[in-house]
């Protein structure tokens, strides 16, 4: 099955040729690491490609501004965008793309970030609750992903914990479980950003990539020079 390229050699290289299409891929990292400009990416691949994506974006990040620096104003109409705020109609938008995945040509699934309402639920009602709620999306957006053989790309936040001083994903084993491929995103040197694989079905665990985020989307790093 074609993977989704991002059209980055190095980040492509990394994983074995792109997104995989029939599981999830979970992208984590600090607040301002290159997240969504990472899920943006993957939106204007597929979109090149001749395909509709979804956006499901409960933080308010898509950005049409953004968008149009890297691509033209014809396309946004291939980008489905839903824009939940509470984490029950998160669920609900995401049941809404089963449904719109099985007549449309959708190419690729995104949610930026899932966990974002998750964390506002958690307060708000029990966590167990909230837990059996998040559980319940990533096995959906993993049956739509099966089903109709596409990627499905999600974003999460990180947190240190407590105990171990160690990052840990928001939802702690419930993403980690959910989603086939790992990616974890960190600001290296000045303006560069570091991708390394954590969870790969195929490819090594460990390996890295840096990248650039430029006004046309993401670019590779290059070669360092000197010393450094």
Avoid: W
């Amino acid at each position: 099955m074609q993977k989704l390229a991002l059209k980055v050699t190095g980040i492509d290289s990394l994983l074995g040729g792109g997104l995989e299409p029939e599981i999830i891929t979970t992208v984590y990292g600090a607040s301002g690491c290159g997240k969504t400009n990472f899920a943006l990416q993957a939106v204007l691949s597929c979109i090149k490609a001749g395909k509709k994506a979804v956006f499901i974006d409960p933080e308010g990040s898509f950005s049409v501004e953004r968008y149009l620096q890297a691509h033209t104003k014809e396309g946004l109409e291939n980008v489905i965008l839903y824009l939940p705020k509470t984490f029950d109609e998160q669920a609900k938008a995401i049941t809404e793309t089963a449904k719109i995945s099985k007549t449309d040509r959708i190419g690729l699934i995104v949610v930026d970030s899932i966990v974002a309402l998750y964390r506002i639920h958690t307060h708000e009602a029990d966590i167990a609750k909230a837990n059996s709620m998040l559980s319940k999306q990533f096995a959906e957006l993993s049956m739509i992903a099966r089903e109709h053989k596409i990627p499905v790309l999600v974003t999460n936040q990180v947190y240190s914990d407590f105990d171990s001083g160690e990052l840990e994903l928001v939802g702690r084993d419930i993403p980690k479980y959910s989603s086939r491929c790992l990616i974890h995103i960190e600001r290296a040197s000045g303006t560069r950003r570091k991708v390394t694989i954590i969870k790969h079905r195929s490819q090594p665990e460990g390996g890295s990539a840096e990248f650039l985020i430029k006004n046309e989307g993401l670019v590779d790093a290059g070669k360092k020079f000197g010393i450094f």
